[in-house]
């Protein structure tokens, strides 16, 4: 086997080995209090990622991104293509807040809620130890061939019943229960496009976690890339007491607390050695800690050799959360916020865009009266049905009107529409008159959209 020299880390990925070819990382399964509490969380995330697309509010998908239809749900709210502005500073204030838990807490993201992690080490890392033992030396991977096929078989099996169960997921945050359901009992041929989807789909959710599984976060993932700009000495991140291990000794009575057992090694689902410090392929999932701390209650000595904790912190026992970045980055994000809360206070249920008919000026009625021809396009951005009629706020004698007479719109529905504006010639006020127009409810002013009426 390809054994990595103290300082080949710095050289290559530890899953590669010196002729470039891929080394297979058998972790050990890890037990203690923080693999306990991961557990936890990850599993109600998981629960979360399952049954969004099943629940409701007031009749609406608490989370639907169809992309198709550009239907877009969210906490049950529906947002449209005209809402881009607050999905971008939503994204804003998403990546901010990243940043800014990342300055402070380190990549807790990737070890406690990247989807690529619940789903490697909660669901197929798993299966792996029922079929395959714990880790590379487990007496399952040792045992007889025959037995050994059968297992890595069914395994697989099972990995790819998993990996179609968590494509229909997925699939269902976009096209919501209901249209997967008709293409899942309905004969293949009426839904020929969207099945071919769920199968590549599913083919390549299987190989992600059946092959490539650690690589996405070694050699692919832009985030753990940016972990030597975002971290600092005073970030908390899963870190070795080399003030307390070094030097290493397997003598427990000599050197340092570390005895040089390599468990936490062994346990490692990126397969790094933490001890030589913060490296992009660490996921921040705390099993060395876990694992440390039971061979620290093996040879009696204190726990938290590996901890979370803070290169300050173990220099010299202090620890700073507030620093000048992450006091600049929370300004930022408490800006952001404001913006943000403030343009959804001000988003109003309707979308009103109008714009003249093409290639039209004015028309003469009679002596007396003008009129001007516009299209105007509704959208109903509520979750209630609409019935609007149209009012000229700022003219008593001018006219306007739609050829049905009122709008009608139920919740996210449109409706494009001819419209005309009359006036008498007494109240042009030159070649352009400024026209406001009203959108009543009932006699609830909802909206006013204002344009020019051209005149002679
Ligand atoms: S598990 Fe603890 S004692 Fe063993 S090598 Fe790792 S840091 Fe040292
Ligand atoms: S070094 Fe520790 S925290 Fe980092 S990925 Fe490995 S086991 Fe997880």
């Known amino acids: 086997m390809d054994k990595l020299s103290d300082q080949d880390f710095r050289d290559r990925p530890n899953n590669i080995d010196a002729t470039g070819q891929r080394k297979w990382i058998n972790a050990k399964k890890p037990q203690g209090k923080w693999y306990l509490r991961r557990n936890i969380v990850g599993y109600i995330l998981l629960t979360f990622l399952v049954i969004a697309p099943f629940l409701k509010v007031n009749g609406h998908p608490f989370m639907l991104l169809d992309i198709l239809n550009r239907k877009f749900f969210l906490f049950g709210q529906m947002v449209f293509a005209e809402d881009t502005y607050i999905l971008a500073l939503v994204m804003a204030v998403t990546v901010v807040s990243i940043m800014l ?192 701390n039971l061979v620290m209650k093996k040879i009696n000595k204190p726990y938290n050799l590996i901890r979370y904790d803070s290169v300050q912190g173990v220099e010299n026992g202090k620890r700073k959360l507030l620093n000048a970045r992450s006091v600049a980055y929370t300004a930022v994000l408490v800006l952001l916020m404001v913006i943000l809360a403030f343009t959804v206070g001000k988003r109003t249920t309707i979308d009103v865009t109008l714009w003249r008919a093409q290639g039209t000026l004015y028309q003469q009625l009679d002596s007396e009266t003008y009129s001007n021809i516009y299209q105007i396009m509704f959208l109903n951005k509520g979750n209630e049905p609409l019935e609007l009629t149209l009012r000229l706020l700022n003219i008593p004698n001018g006219e306007v009107s739609i050829a049905d007479g009122k709008v009608v719109l139920p919740p996210g529905g449109k409706m494009k529409e001819a419209l005309i504006i009359k006036l008498k010639k007494r109240d042009l006020t030159g070649k352009e008159t400024e026209c406001k127009i009203g959108l009543f409810s009932g006699d609830e002013l909802k909206e006013t959209v204002t344009t020019n009426f051209l005149g002679p």
């Open 101 to 292: 838990f990342t300055v402070v807490f380190g990549r807790v993201w990737c070890g406690w809620a990247c989807p690529q992690t619940l789903f490697l080490e909660l669901v197929y890392r798993k299966i792996e130890f029922l079929f395959e033992g714990n880790g590379r030396n487990s007496k399952r991977r040792r045992g007889p061939s025959d037995t050994s096929q059968i297992r890595t078989l069914v395994k697989h099996t099972i990995f790819i019943l998993i990996s179609i169960f968590f494509t229909n997921v997925f699939l269902m945050w976009f096209i919501g229960p209901q249209q997967l359901f008709e293409i899942v009992t309905e004969p293949v041929g009426m839904h020929l496009a969207g099945f071919s989807i769920m199968l590549a789909l599913s083919g390549f959710y299987y190989w992600i976690y059946a092959n490539f599984r650690e690589q996405v976060c070694t050699l692919f993932c832009p985030y753990g890339r940016m972990q030597g700009v975002l971290l600092d000495n005073n970030s908390i991140s899963v870190i070795y007491d080399y003030k307390r291990g070094e030097p290493r000794n397997s003598k427990v009575t000599e050197g340092g607390d570390c005895i040089n057992c390599r468990q936490c090694v062994s346990v490692c689902p990126t397969g790094i050695d933490i001890r030589d410090g913060s490296q992009l392929e660490c996921i921040h999932c705390a099993d060395c800690i876990d694992e440390c």
